[in-house]
């Protein structure tokens, strides 16, 4: 038995006594999860021992399961959350595996992500697109008959709509070596009305707001409760210093000057500029990271293991 293999072992036999203590110390196990029945119509909670036979249960007509703590006299357990919980679970600790090296299982986690969201996105595109935004504009009487029966009766149908379908099906002539070069006009159509559509806005967000938020006063005044102004130093004090980086980064990308003397030392207080923003944004992506590590332990020893509660 190599080294892999023993690591793998004892880390295999820790988890099981760990989940076999865990649930021999719990009063319903691990990962149980619980719900009740609710009625979606009046709100109330209805109880586990009403069956088709009592006639407030047969009344009910839409019912919704909601979560709910084991300790809850009305609560029923879910195979279908506990299922999940679990598998969830075993998930993570296979993404968790390759903190120690590439592996089968980590591979395994990859691809069922990898292929779940696939077949989410084509699932939602074929609702989405080729039915709500293709079917029912070219035939909307199919469409109500044979997937939404919400459609108005008196909708009709945009034949304009075949454009669009006629270029979405000129894509897959890329698959045609001879009739290949079609493939580029759908292609062309979507970055061009793509760039005219977004040039504007992109102008306003990036190049306009950012000069307009960069014009501040040096020196603010701020309204006092008798009626007077006096010298705001806070905002005064903010206002400058934003001034003085945004002219200092500008000084350091202006390359016609050489960068020495006064241009140079302005340059490097830019430079500076620059590595504090960077920094500040690179914090901000690794905070965003520890805070998603944080809920999955949360996940795992609270919702999992029942270990802590929180």
Same mark, same amino acid.
């Given at each position: 038995m190599n080294r892999e293999t023993r690591f793998w072992t004892v880390l295999f036999l820790g988890g099981c006594l760990l989940l076999a203590f865990q649930s021999l110390r719990t009063e319903r196990g691990v990962g149980q999860q619980f719900v009740v029945r609710v009625d979606a119509t009046t709100g109330k909670i209805i109880p586990p021992a009403a069956d088709a036979s009592d006639n407030s249960a047969a009344a009910v007509k839409t019912v919704i399961y909601e979560p709910a703590s084991k300790d809850d006299p009305e609560a029923i357990w879910s195979f279908s959350r506990?299922?999940?919980?679990?598998?969830?679970?075993? *998930?993570? =600790?296979? +993404? %968790? $595996?390759?903190?120690?090296?590439?592996?089968?299982?980590?591979?395994?986690?990859? #691809? !069922?992500?990898?292929?779940?969201?696939?077949?989410?996105?084509?699932?939602?595109?074929?609702?989405?697109?080729?039915?709500?935004?293709?079917?029912?504009?070219?035939?909307?009487?199919?469409?109500?008959?044979?997937?939404?029966?919400?459609?108005?009766?008196?909708?009709?149908?945009?034949?304009?709509?075949?454009?669009?379908?006629?270029?979405?099906?000129?894509?897959?002539?890329?698959?045609?070596?001879?009739?290949?070069?079609?493939?580029?006009w759908p292609l062309a159509f979507v970055v061009g009305t793509t760039a005219g559509l977004k040039l504007i806005l992109f102008l306003n967000a990036d190049f306009v707001r950012q000069i307009r938020s960069?014009? *501040?006063? =040096?020196? +603010? %005044? $701020?309204?006092?409760?008798?009626?007077?102004?006096?010298?705001?130093?806070?905002? #005064? !004090?903010?206002?400058?210093?934003?001034?003085?980086?945004?002219?200092?980064c500008v000084t350091y990308f202006y390359f016609s000057v050489e960068h020495k003397?006064?241009?140079?030392?302005?340059?490097?207080?830019?430079?500076?500029?620059?590595?504090?923003?960077?920094?500040?944004?690179?914090?901000?992506?690794?905070?965003?990271r520890i805070t998603l590590l944080t809920m999955r332990l949360q996940f795992l020893f609270d919702d999992w293991l029942g270990l802590v509660r929180i």
């Open positions: 506990t299922s999940g919980i679990w598998i969830a679970a075993l *998930l993570t =600790l296979c +993404v %968790f $595996s390759y903190l120690y090296r590439d592996n089968v299982c980590y591979k395994l986690a990859e #691809s !069922i992500i990898v292929g779940v969201s696939a077949g989410y996105w084509i699932v939602t595109y074929y609702w989405e697109v080729l039915i709500a935004k293709v079917l029912l504009r070219l035939s909307p009487e199919l469409a109500r008959y044979a997937f939404l029966p919400d459609t108005p009766a008196d909708a009709k149908a945009d034949y304009l709509c075949i454009i669009p379908v006629v270029l979405g099906c000129m894509v897959f002539c890329r698959l045609i070596p001879k009739i290949a070069w079609m493939g580029r960069t014009i *501040l006063p =040096l020196v +603010v %005044f $701020s309204a006092t409760a008798s009626g007077g102004s006096e010298l705001d130093w806070k905002q #005064s !004090i903010q206002n400058i210093v934003i001034v003085i980086s945004v002219l200092s003397g006064i241009v140079g030392r302005i340059s490097r207080v830019g430079i500076w500029v620059l590595m504090i923003s960077f920094g500040a944004s690179f914090a901000l992506t690794v905070m965003g």
